[in-house]
């Protein structure tokens, strides 16, 4: 009997590491594709100016920069891409939790995650219409702290159809529980603003953001 089990085991653990194996496969062409991806839809990240109250209030929600991309529909196309591996990343850390043995592999899923996670939220900022250079050149003020009623109004164009596509990412990186409670809890806070009340952001007409 005990022989028995251990081949049931044994078998398990074949499939697991099997499947584990094809979602570094996948992922391997998801890096492939953003690396053949042509220059003019790369994105760039600036470095957000911080004070110790900003730091204490929202540092886990905007990783310390704010991304720009050509437009609000590339930078949708990017988020999607990090969806993806969200999910294929969530596959191998739930494998390599089943095998035990595979703890590289488990850090390096969750770290993955973590990026990815910080990517699609340092992409709301642009989605929402905010420019550097606004508000004089000081973005100190930003990110917004937990629990600001009027964040929406810190946007140039609160209204864009950028407001809606980072929904289903977020819905997506919401649920890793890998990613720091202050983060999740800003992302739900998100989505919950903008879909408590449709007219939150159709209210006027809708604009699209092509920058």
């Not at 850390?93 to 996670?117: E, F, N, P």
């Not at 990186?173 to 992302?187: F, H, K, S, T």
Request: charged fraction near 20%; aromatic fraction near 10%; charge should be negative.
């Amino acid at each position: 009997m005990k022989g028995l089990v251990a081949s049931k085991e044994a078998g398990v653990s074949q499939d697991v590491s099997e499947l584990m194996q094809d979602a570094k496969d996948v992922d391997s062409l998801f890096t492939t594709w953003s690396a053949e991806v042509p220059n003019q839809f790369h994105y760039s990240s600036t470095p957000l100016a911080h004070d110790e109250a900003n730091d204490r209030s929202s540092r886990w929600m905007y990783p310390w920069s704010v991304d720009t991309y050509e437009d609000v529909i590339v930078a949708n196309t990017w988020n999607l891409w990090r969806m993806s591996r969200i999910r294929i990343h969530s596959v191998i850390k739930d494998c390599a939790m089943l095998l035990q043995s595979a703890s590289d592999d488990h850090a390096y899923a969750v770290s993955a995650i973590r990026h990815l996670v910080n990517e699609i939220c340092s992409s709301v900022p642009f989605q929402l219409g905010f420019k550097m250079g606004d508000h004089n050149g000081d973005a100190s003020f930003y990110p917004h702290g937990m629990g600001d009623a009027s964040w929406l109004d810190k946007f140039g164009v609160p209204e864009t159809l950028g407001g809606y596509l980072p929904i289903q990412p977020l819905g997506v990186a919401v649920g890793e529980d890998c990613v720091p409670l202050r983060q999740r809890l800003w992302m739900r806070e998100y989505l919950e603003t903008v879909n408590k009340d449709p007219g939150e952001l159709a209210k006027r007409p809708l604009k699209v953001n092509l920058q």
